[in-house]
């Protein structure tokens, strides 16, 4: 038999788990229309789809990469406005798909362009032409953390 440490405990983790998500507050929020966010997202893959068929991979990559720029501060700013696991979760989860698929977008391609062929993932084929919708979706998914929940940290700088 070993001998049970003082600092152990008998309870149950699972116990503490349900203890610690009835402490957690349940943050307020606010009604939104979704419709906006929908609007916004089919002005951009209009945008970027439009500017791929018109003058190619380069700008559609650029578009993309304005896109992915103002996802970043998006997320900088709801982690910095929010202390909701959900919503710092979620941005971060946004950022970092939506950077994975733009690295897809930019190195397949440049590779097309250069050479006519896919570097990344070769045997899908469309997935270059699909990494701008994940983009739109990190955006989208930002736009609708923003909306529906209310900033609830409240930083010293703010004040001055």
Same mark, same amino acid.
């Given at each position: 038999? *070993? $001998?049970?440490?003082?600092? !152990?405990?008998?309870? =149950?983790?699972? !116990?503490?788990?349900?203890?610690?998500?009835?402490?957690?507050?349940? &943050? !307020?929020?606010?009604?939104? =229309? &979704?419709?906006?966010?929908?609007?916004?997202?089919?002005?951009?893959?209009?945008?970027?789809?439009?500017?791929?068929?018109?003058?190619?991979? $380069?700008?559609?990559?650029?578009?993309?990469?304005?896109?992915?720029?103002?996802? #970043?501060?998006?997320?900088? %700013?709801?982690?910095?406005?929010?202390?909701? $696991?959900?919503?710092?979760?979620?941005?971060?989860?946004?950022?970092? %798909?939506?950077?994975?698929?733009?690295?897809?977008?930019?190195?397949?391609?440049?590779?097309? =362009?250069?050479?006519? %062929?896919?570097?990344?993932? &070769? %045997?899908? !084929?469309?997935?270059?032409?699909?990494? $701008?919708?994940?983009?739109?979706?990190?955006?989208? #998914?930002? #736009?609708? *953390?923003?909306?529906?929940?209310?900033?609830?940290?409240?930083?010293?700088?703010?004040?001055?």
């Amino acid at each position: 038999m *070993i $001998p049970m440490m003082d600092d !152990e405990r008998d309870e =149950n983790p699972d !116990e503490d788990h349900r203890r610690h998500l009835d402490a957690v507050e349940v &943050p !307020e929020k606010r009604y939104f =229309n &979704p419709l906006s966010t929908y609007m916004k997202m089919i002005a951009m893959i209009v945008v970027g789809y439009g500017s791929f068929y018109i003058f190619g991979y $380069p700008a559609l990559i650029t578009i993309i990469l304005f896109f992915l720029v103002s996802l #970043g501060q998006e997320t900088f %700013q709801i982690l910095k406005r929010y202390s909701y $696991p959900l919503a710092r979760r979620g941005a971060i989860f946004n950022l970092v %798909q939506s950077t994975v698929a733009f690295i897809i977008l930019a190195i397949n391609g440049f590779w097309i =362009n250069q050479y006519n %062929q896919i570097l990344i993932f &070769p %045997q899908i !084929e469309n997935l270059t032409l699909l990494c $701008p919708l994940f983009v739109v979706m990190g955006v989208f #998914g930002n #736009g609708n *953390i923003i909306r529906m929940f209310r900033p609830d940290v409240v930083r010293e700088e703010s004040l001055m």
